[in-house]
């Protein structure tokens, strides 16, 4: 799939843009890609990422279920000929900037305290509603 800019977008709704179109994913993937934004490392090992997603579920429950949904997300990536996530054997991190699409959460991060009207104007127009307010949760264990 190719035509335009590449966005991923975790405010508000999250959707994956290519263009004007929105592109289907599994809604974890959402989840995963701001976890690893919010990590200081940009990457977490499979263990903790299970831990986090799937606190509910004893470790190897918790393994085999990001297992499955990390394999979903490979063949989507495939199918999209796209690079959301780097997954490997012991981890999971995000690409590097040359080849991932454009995130806002990215963007917010390294923005400062605005100055003027101008920078002011650039925050709003980046905040289209709450980090992936999409997404239902049951307290702290996300559903998506």
């Not at 976890?35 to 903790?48: H, I, K, N, Q, V």
């Not at 709450?130 to 049951?138: K, P, Q, T, V």
Request: proline share 4%; glycine share 8%.
């Amino acid at each position: 799939m190719d035509g335009g800019r590449r966005s991923l977008l975790l405010f508000g709704n999250s959707a994956l843009q290519w263009g004007e179109e929105t592109v289907a994913v599994p809604q974890k993937v959402f989840v995963l890609s701001a976890l690893l934004r919010l990590a200081f490392d940009r990457r977490a090992p499979r263990t903790t990422l299970a831990a986090w997603m799937y606190e509910e579920a004893h470790q190897s429950g918790a393994l085999a279920n990001l297992r499955q949904l990390l394999l979903r997300i490979q063949s989507r990536q495939a199918e999209l000929g796209a690079e959301l996530l780097v997954i490997t054997r012991a981890e999971v991190r995000l690409p590097r900037p040359a080849t991932a699409p454009f995130c806002d959460l990215d963007r917010f991060m390294t923005l400062g305290v605005p100055k003027d009207a101008s920078e002011l104007a650039a925050l709003g127009a980046l905040y289209r509603g709450d980090l992936m307010e999409n997404l239902a949760g049951c307290g702290e264990t996300l559903s998506a």
